[in-house]
C-alpha cells in the first residue's frame, strides 16, 4: 500500500492524473481502466479529458458502479462519468461499457458480466475508487451479500442515501485489477480512512477493509 497527502486539490488532482498516464503510456494495445461515480473523482476525470497528449484511442473505460436510475439523471454516476470525460473524447475513446439502467436490474447485471468476461483474466489495468463514511466501496455496502459473492456483478441497497438500488463490480474484479487507485477528499473522508487503517472492525462493517490487502493500492489523501 502506498499513500500520500496532499494539503492542495491542485496537486491531488495533478497527481492523480499523472498516475493514470504513467499506467497508460505502456505499451499494450488496449488499456482497460475502472471509473467510480462520486464528486471526489470528477475532476480528474475532467483534468484528465482536457490533456491533448494523452491517447485514449486505446483506452477502454469501465464504468464501477451505478443508481439504478435513468442515465440522464443529475445523480447518474454515467452521466456524470460522460460529462466530464467521456464526451469531449468520444470519437477517441476505444470504448465505454456502462451498466443499462434502462432495463430490468437483473438484466443489466447479466449483459455486463458478459462485457467483464471479454476482459482477458478479468484483469483492468487501473480502477479507480473512492470510498463513503461508512465504509463502502463501489457500491459494496456495510453488511451487503456482494461482499462475500463470487459473482461479477451485484444489486446492492442502501437506505443510507437517496436512490436505494444500486449495480456494482463486485470484488472479485476490483482484486484481480493490476493497480487500484483509492481518492479520498475531505476530512470527514480522511478521518474515516484513517479509522479504516486502525480499526478492528470486520470486513462485513468496513466492505473497504477489503482493498488493504491489495498488492498495488494507491491511496490519494486531500485534506
Not at 116 to 138: E, F, Q, R, T, Y
Request: hydrophobic share 35%; aromatic share 10%; with cysteine.
Amino acid at each position: 500500500m502506498f499513500l500520500k497527502n496532499f494539503k492542495q486539490e491542485k496537486e491531488f488532482i495533478k497527481s492523480a492524473v499523472a498516475y493514470i498516464q504513467k499506467i497508460c503510456s505502456s505499451k499494450k494495445s488496449t488499456i482497460r481502466i475502472g471509473l467510480s461515480g462520486g464528486s471526489t473523482p470528477k475532476p480528474v476525470y475532467e483534468a484528465l479529458s482536457r490533456d491533448h497528449n494523452f491517447d485514449f484511442s486505446k483506452i477502454e473505460f469501465y464504468q464501477i458502479d451505478e443508481r439504478y436510475i435513468p442515465k440522464n439523471s443529475k445523480d447518474s454516476n454515467y452521466k456524470m462519468i460522460y460529462d466530464s470525460l467521456i464526451k469531449k473524447q468520444s470519437k477517441k475513446i476505444k470504448a465505454f461499457k456502462y451498466f443499462d439502467t434502462s432495463i430490468p436490474i437483473n438484466e443489466s447485471l447479466k449483459q455486463y458480466q458478459q462485457d467483464l468476461k471479454k476482459i482477458p483474466n478479468l484483469s483492468l489495468d487501473l480502477i479507480i475508487l473512492g470510498m463513503g463514511n461508512d465504509g463502502h466501496v463501489a457500491s459494496i455496502f456495510p453488511y451487503s451479500k456482494a461482499i462475500a459473492t463470487k459473482k461479477t456483478t451485484y444489486h446492492t441497497q442502501t437506505n443510507n442515501f437517496a436512490v436505494k438500488d444500486r449495480l456494482t463490480v463486485t470484488f472479485p474484479v476490483i482484486m484481480k485489477s493490476k493497480k487500484l487507485l483509492l481518492l479520498i477528499k475531505g476530512k470527514d473522508k480522511a478521518q474515516t480512512l484513517n479509522d479504516l487503517l486502525k480499526s478492528q472492525k470486520s470486513l462485513k462493517e468496513w466492505p473497504a477493509k477489503k482493498i488493504l490487502k491489495h498488492q498495488n493500492l494507491h491511496i490519494y489523501l486531500c485534506k
